[in-house]
């Protein structure tokens, strides 16, 4: 079972920024691609950015040109570097490995959560 642990969250203000770090057991992310999840309080969980194991990288439209996803497959951690912050970004983000479809199949984690307030 793969364990996800998701880090890096805190209270920013507007216009802010935060990295955020995802690591996981053993060395499953060299060999998947990893998707970025965001779920706000009374909302469905949401994907944000995903990478493949090449390094190919989509994002959902809300956060265009302010969130870069990466990855470092020899500490086997993926990154969210989150710019221009707003509100409505505030939510628990989570990552998971994907499989062929795109689809998350980790068990996930405790999430971070970041709070953007002024």
């Known amino acids: 079972q793969v364990q996800l642990v998701e880090s890096g969250g805190g209270l920013v203000q507007p216009g802010g920024s935060l990295r955020l770090s995802c690591a996981a057991s053993g060395n499953i992310f060299s060999s998947y691609a990893v998707g970025w999840y965001r779920q706000a309080p009374g909302k469905q969980r949401e994907l944000v950015a995903r990478?493949?194991?090449?390094?190919?990288?989509n994002y959902a439209d809300f956060v265009k040109g302010r969130f870069t996803i990466s990855r470092d497959n020899v500490k086997n951690t993926v990154y969210l570097q989150m710019n221009s912050l707003n509100p409505e970004d505030t939510a628990v983000y989570y990552c998971n490995p994907l499989d062929y479809a795109f689809r998350p199949f980790g068990s996930w984690g405790q999430g971070t959560q970041v709070t953007v307030s002024s």
């Open positions: 990478i493949t194991r090449g390094g190919a990288t």
